[in-house]
């Protein structure tokens, strides 16, 4: 299986793409990463679902190259089950080993089992494992800020303290979404500076960038920099 794998994925190389890709995750070995479009992936999850030969793909753990943990997480995607998907992710989120697998894992059936979903994102943020933590404050992000907001959830994400530059990044990403999304809940959190202060002035920069925030909010975040 390992062999048939890498031939696919070889056959799907895109050089230009692997030369660029490398830039953007560092710390990954350029050699580990082939360097495959997502979409193509994407397809190629589908089609091993589709074959059979998905389950065994995802059990042979630990994964050698950039885009296998990519393909893992785009069939894990896939699977309906929420019970399932839960088991499947315990085995794989400490195999992630770079933010964009971490982001690029989005399962499908998350949106339907919110009221589940929550007290696994809860303990995956209380994770000793960097990414486990960054997939866990992205599961809020993502499904927490709307409908489902309750004012307890930033609370959690700030309690967060750690030295990891992407978990540092996701806070960050997380209260910057969190200001464009709930204002009036989040704002004391830059007003009594609950963050540190990197992540303080990471989230009023992303803040900023962001064209859900208006720009009398901009003005005002300007005046909050640490």
């Not at 042979?60 to 990519?70: A, K, Q, R």
């Not at 770079?98 to 989005?106: F, V, Y």
């Amino acid at each position: 299986m390992r062999e048939y794998i890498k031939k696919e994925l070889f056959s799907l190389q895109d050089k230009s793409y692997k030369e660029f890709h490398s830039r953007l995750i560092p710390n990954i070995e350029s050699e580990r990463i082939i360097g495959v479009r997502i979409p193509e992936l994407r397809n190629l999850a589908k089609r091993f679902i589709k074959e059979g030969r998905a389950e065994a793909f995802i059990k042979d753990l630990p994964h050698i190259f950039y885009e296998e943990n990519n393909l893992h997480a785009f069939i894990l995607e896939q699977i309906k089950d929420y019970d399932l998907l839960i088991s499947e992710l315990e085995r794989f989120l400490p195999y992630i080993d770079n933010w964009a697998t971490c982001d690029s894992l989005r399962p499908k059936v998350f949106q339907r089992n919110t009221e589940r979903l929550l007290s696994e994102a809860e303990k995956w943020m209380n994770s000793s494992h960097e990414y486990t933590v960054r997939f866990g404050i992205e599961v809020l992000m993502i499904y927490y800020l709307d409908e489902h907001f309750s004012e307890e959830y930033p609370l959690k994400v700030a309690e967060i303290k750690s030295d990891k530059y992407y978990i540092n990044m996701m806070i960050a990403w997380y209260f910057a979404t969190a200001l464009a999304k709930q204002w009036n809940a989040i704002i004391p959190y830059i007003e009594q500076n609950s963050l540190s202060q990197w992540v303080h002035n990471k989230t009023i920069q992303k803040a900023i960038e962001s064209y859900r925030i208006t720009p009398e909010q901009k003005k005002y975040l300007k005046t909050l920099k640490r």
